[in-house]
């Protein structure tokens, strides 16, 4: 299995009802941290980078770090571009050899979205890679990602159309999810969701799901939703376990031994994700 893109994962999720947790990383012990964290539970998963990351990095240098590690795993890990925001960067990634490559042109009208999605589409099926695209606006801000004041949710029959006229492979839907740390508990509008799914026959996406009662992403798996995305938590549990490292000894200097703590945080973070999203076996 190892390297693969995301076209049959979702699909065999969206057959099985279950969802694969889609994880944001930022450097290489959270990739690694992901990649043994599915090892573990026997799970399919979903390595991310946004375009701020891999302005940090590099998408060659994501790639070659992600690759490295899929082809000496077990289960099935793809590599996604998240949150692509300009053609120029999708063919960027798609070059360099991601396996999944999401355009994000919500910001514009529909016509203006349509067009580039279409546009992206074009380029990545040609080599047979699949493209997730964004239709309303998920809220909040992470990284350069700002929705904005004004986050109008997915309408169904747009999504619908949309769907139709760009060939995408996977729709992310904007329900009431936000990037970034709720200041309150988010309320998604679950009927909207159970609408969109209706509507459109492709796998769906549930972005900004740091934050998101488990119980809740549970309830949108089983209208529809297949892959979800985590981002901001992951850094949060990196984080604290750099943290908890290095405070009270100043004597610590090694990046290993620091970053294996951080390590095992967002593993942690990441299997019990994996147990929400009903993956669990599904390698």
Do not use: W
């Not at 077990?74 to 798609?94: C, K, M, R, T």
């Amino acid at each position: 299995m190892s390297f693969v893109t995301t076209k049959e994962l979702l699909l065999k999720a969206q057959r099985e009802h279950y969802a694969i947790g889609a994880f944001n990383v930022e450097n290489m012990e959270m990739a690694q941290a992901v990649i043994q964290a599915a090892e573990v539970l026997r799970s399919p998963v979903i390595i991310q980078t946004t375009p701020s990351t891999v302005k940090y990095a590099g998408v060659q240098m994501y790639h070659a770090m992600v690759e490295r590690e899929a082809r000496k795993a077990s289960v099935p890990v793809a590599l996604h571009l998240d949150h692509g925001n300009s053609f120029e960067l999708a063919a960027q990634a798609f070059q360099a050899g991601y396996t999944s490559i999401m355009i994000d042109g919500s910001h514009g009208s529909m016509e203006e979205n349509i067009s580039i999605t279409r546009k992206v589409v074009g380029m990545c099926h040609s080599g047979q890679i699949p493209v997730e695209a964004e239709l309303g606006k998920v809220g909040g801000k992470e990284d350069d990602l700002d929705g904005g004041e004004d986050n109008p949710y997915t309408d169904p029959n747009q999504a619908a159309e949309f769907t139709e006229e760009t060939g995408i492979d996977s729709l992310a839907v904007a329900i009431g999810t936000a990037h970034g740390i709720y200041k309150g508990i988010p309320k998604l509008d679950l009927g909207r969701l159970s609408d969109i799914r209706e509507k459109v026959s492709v796998p769906l996406v549930l972005h900004g799901t740091s934050g998101v009662p488990d119980e809740t992403v549970e309830e949108c798996i089983l209208r529809g939703i297949c892959k979800v995305n985590y981002a901001t938590d992951l850094r949060i549990a990196f984080t604290n376990g750099v943290r908890i490292a290095l405070t009270g000894d100043d004597g610590m200097i090694d990046p290993k031994k620091y970053g294996r703590l951080g390590l095992e945080e967002v593993k942690k973070y990441v299997m019990n994700k994996m147990k929400i999203c009903k993956s669990v076996g599904k390698a």
